[in-house]
């Protein structure tokens, strides 16, 4: 089976694009939106819509494949590639991807997301437009997830059991845990995760010191403490005990001024508020550098294991690539990766991340972003059902409930297909 034709339109993320950078510099909050000016490049605003580009493969049975090239709301921060802006990238796509895609041979996943990072190509867009360049990591996480998908549909399977096929996974019918994002709506949206029985809990957007955290990290202690009232207050049964998975965005860094000793002696305080359940913390420093994160990291790992504190550290920022995650499971920087699966670009990295760790004795999280859309969702949820993260994200949105219904159910007709394939 090969592909006929290609298409590239705009589309929208399910969430919005953020400077990091400015919200952490103190950017004020305006209703739904900042104020102030944005730092990082590409942005014209603190906050702007999020943008996707859609991509559409029709095969030479007359099938269509779909993809969605999605980036992160944080863009251009933590060592990642820059704002995705689809009406620059389109004309860019037509010139210089659809070549390569129209006449592809579907015979092989794996060898078909190849070619697609091995293409060196010069960006306009880049720092160095006259250097070639690897193609976006949105660009490549849209056009491979379309590539799985016409692959799935070449070989008459769904995408879950071509990745399980092409990686000699075993076929597994039950489903992966599911983390839940609360956005700023830590409160409301806990309230629901913990109604729904969501395996972990409540990421909550710790992003600034004086609004969120605290000048002494009062006030996510506080949180902390709620948190766990209201779950032994709300859960449906007593055996309910989830995890709970605070990202803090380098905040507790800030104000100990990054010093991992000090740093890791307040992580390690947070056992008894988050008690009776297990903590972790997501990003507690945020060194701008990714040596400096993964030395900084370890440096915490090892204090905390001094301590011998049950608090585990999850790396987030400058921990993007597949290098990235191998270097940081290797550095024994933490216990757990997130693999943001925007920011890796090709799906088939996706999968091997999440196996490295596994072989490396780190747990995996297979994360992602608000900013994403139902179709990015339920491709990450194919690669998480055979590669078996210990975690995944309930995505896309800010609003919980959406992106938990989108993730459970494709789970759920990914563990029913599993088990008829059985019965045949």
Same mark, same amino acid.
């Given at each position: 089976m090969?592909?006929k034709?290609?298409s590239?339109k705009?589309?929208?993320?399910a969430?919005f694009?953020?400077?990091q @950078?400015?919200?952490k510099?103190g950017?004020?909050?305006d209703? %739904? ?5 944005p730092?990082? #490049?590409?942005f014209i605003?603190v @906050?702007?819509? /999020?943008?996707?580009?859609c991509?559409?493969l029709?095969?030479?049975?007359g ?5 969605d090239c999605?980036?992160?709301q944080?863009?251009?921060?933590g060592g990642?590639d820059?704002?995705l802006d689809?009406?620059?990238y389109?004309?860019?796509l037509?010139?210089?991807v659809?070549?390569?895609l ?6 092989s996943?794996?060898r078909?997301?190849?070619v697609?990072?091995?293409? @060196?190509?010069p960006d306009p867009l ?8 690897i193609l ?14 016409a692959?799935?549909?070449?070989a008459?399977?769904? #995408?879950a059991?071509?990745?399980a096929?092409?990686?000699n996974? #075993?076929i ?11 956005g700023?709506?830590r409160?409301?949206?806990?309230d629901?995760?913990?109604?729904? /029985? ?5 990421? /909550?957007?710790?992003?600034?010191v004086d609004e969120k955290l ?5 006030k996510?202690?506080e949180?902390?403490r709620w948190?766990s009232?209201r779950?032994l207050?709300?859960r449906m049964?007593?055996t309910?005990r989830?995890s ?7 905040t507790i860094g800030?104000?100990f001024n990054?010093?991992?000793v ?8 947070l056992?008894?508020?988050?008690s009776p359940?297990?903590l972790y ?11 400096r994160?993964m ?5 915490i790992t090892?204090?905390?294991q001094?301590?011998g504190?049950p608090?585990?550290i999850?790396?987030d920022e ?13 550095a ?5 990766i997130?693999?943001?699966?925007p920011?890796?670009? /090709?799906?088939q990295?996706i999968v091997?991340?999440?196996l ?7 747990e ?13 969702a339920?491709?990450c ?5 055979a590669?078996?993260?210990?975690r995944?994200?309930?995505k896309?949105?800010?609003?919980f409930?959406?992106? %938990?219904c989108?993730?459970?159910n494709?789970m759920?007709r ?6 008829l394939?059985?019965?045949?």
């Amino acid at each position: 089976m090969k592909i006929k034709r290609v298409s590239f339109k705009e589309g929208a993320s399910a969430f919005f694009f953020d400077d990091q @950078r400015a919200i952490k510099a103190g950017a004020g909050h305006d209703g %739904f939106t900042y104020t102030g000016k944005p730092i990082t #490049p590409g942005f014209i605003r603190v @906050r702007q819509p /999020g943008k996707v580009i859609c991509v559409a493969l029709e095969l030479e049975n007359g099938r269509f494949a779909y993809g969605d090239c999605a980036a992160v709301q944080y863009s251009g921060a933590g060592g990642r590639d820059p704002l995705l802006d689809p009406e620059k990238y389109i004309p860019f796509l037509e010139k210089h991807v659809r070549p390569v895609l129209e006449g592809m041979e579907l015979d092989s996943f794996r060898r078909c997301a190849r070619v697609i990072d091995d293409l @060196r190509i010069p960006d306009p867009l880049s720092e160095h437009p006259d250097q070639p360049k690897i193609l976006h990591t949105a660009l490549r996480y849209g056009i491979t997830q379309a590539l799985l998908y016409a692959r799935a549909e070449a070989a008459g399977r769904i #995408p879950a059991e071509i990745v399980a096929q092409e990686w000699n996974l #075993p076929i597994i019918a039950q489903p992966v845990p599911v983390f839940g994002q609360t956005g700023d709506d830590r409160y409301s949206n806990a309230d629901k995760m913990i109604l729904k /029985g969501v395996d972990a809990l409540p990421h /909550g957007l710790i992003n600034n010191v004086d609004e969120k955290l605290g000048r002494q990290g009062e006030k996510l202690r506080e949180y902390l403490r709620w948190l766990s009232r209201r779950i032994l207050d709300l859960r449906m049964n007593e055996t309910y005990r989830p995890s709970l998975h605070v990202d803090v965005y380098g905040t507790i860094g800030q104000i100990f001024n990054n010093d991992p000793v000090k740093v890791a002696d307040y992580v390690a305080s947070l056992e008894k508020d988050a008690s009776p359940f297990n903590l972790y913390i997501e990003g507690p420093v945020d060194l701008e550098h990714r040596e400096r994160q993964m030395e900084g990291l370890a440096a915490i790992t090892r204090q905390l294991q001094k301590l011998g504190s049950p608090v585990k550290i999850v790396a987030d920022e400058w921990c993007n690539t597949l290098q990235d995650i191998k270097d940081f499971a290797d550095a024994k920087s933490c216990h757990m990766i997130q693999i943001k699966t925007p920011d890796l670009g /090709g799906l088939q990295d996706i999968v091997d991340a999440v196996l490295y760790c596994k072989k490396a004795g780190v747990e995996a999280y297979q994360g992602g972003t608000c900013n994403e859309t139902d179709l990015s969702a339920r491709a990450c949820v194919h690669l998480a059902m055979a590669s078996r993260p210990e975690r995944m994200l309930a995505k896309p949105g800010m609003g919980f409930d959406e992106g %938990f219904c989108i993730v459970t159910n494709e789970m759920a007709r990914i563990c029913s297909t599993f088990e008829l394939r059985t019965i045949r």
